[in-house]
């Protein structure tokens, strides 16, 4: 596939207070685990102040980011999500993950609570891919792949159509 390591994420946009306050701009990116951090947005070499290693707990903001929403280093991100509440402290101040205008803060989630995510049918989003073949990749990813993570059950659709018309956006 030419795909040497790959780590999906969670992106949404609501549900985070810093210090209390919540935040209106930018997009929240949750990565569930720290250790694949080194080809994402978030790795050490892209990183302006702050630590240069996170871990679970940790945030990472890009600039935008913390421009937007008066936050920095030391600071305290709460997100609710499924009726739990988890806390991270801003370690990190990166390079502007350049996908998002408003600006992205990283969460890295425990393998505790990746798992509380799972349990609770939250879906990734999308993942960070490092190729080792990129033609090869690109080519796998542009007529192989099938995200079959957004295949929905039948039982979420109200007639039999309504389905088929979804597998058939799916499987074209």
Request: glycine residues 8%.
């Amino acid at each position: 596939t030419g795909i040497e390591m790959f780590t999906p994420y969670y992106e949404t946009s609501s549900g985070l207070t810093v210090n209390g306050s919540t935040t209106d701009k930018g997009t929240i990116i949750i990565i569930p685990n720290a250790d694949k951090l080194s080809y994402t947005p978030y790795t050490t070499s892209r990183m302006i102040d702050g630590a240069n290693t996170n871990g679970s707990g940790d945030a990472i903001v890009d600039k935008t980011y913390a421009t937007a929403n008066n936050c920095g280093i030391g600071d305290t991100a709460t997100i609710s999500i499924a009726d739990n509440s988890y806390d991270f402290t801003i370690k990190s101040v990166s390079e502007d993950n350049t996908f998002y205008k408003d600006g992205t803060i990283a969460l890295i989630f425990s393998e505790t609570q990746n798992e509380q995510l799972i349990n609770n049918g939250i879906s990734y989003s999308g993942a960070y891919v490092k190729a080792d073949d990129y033609a090869k990749c690109l080519n796998y990813l542009t007529t192989e792949y099938k995200p079959y993570g957004r295949l929905k059950d039948s039982s979420v659709f109200s007639d039999d159509a309504t389905y088929q018309q979804h597998l058939d956006n799916f499987n074209n």
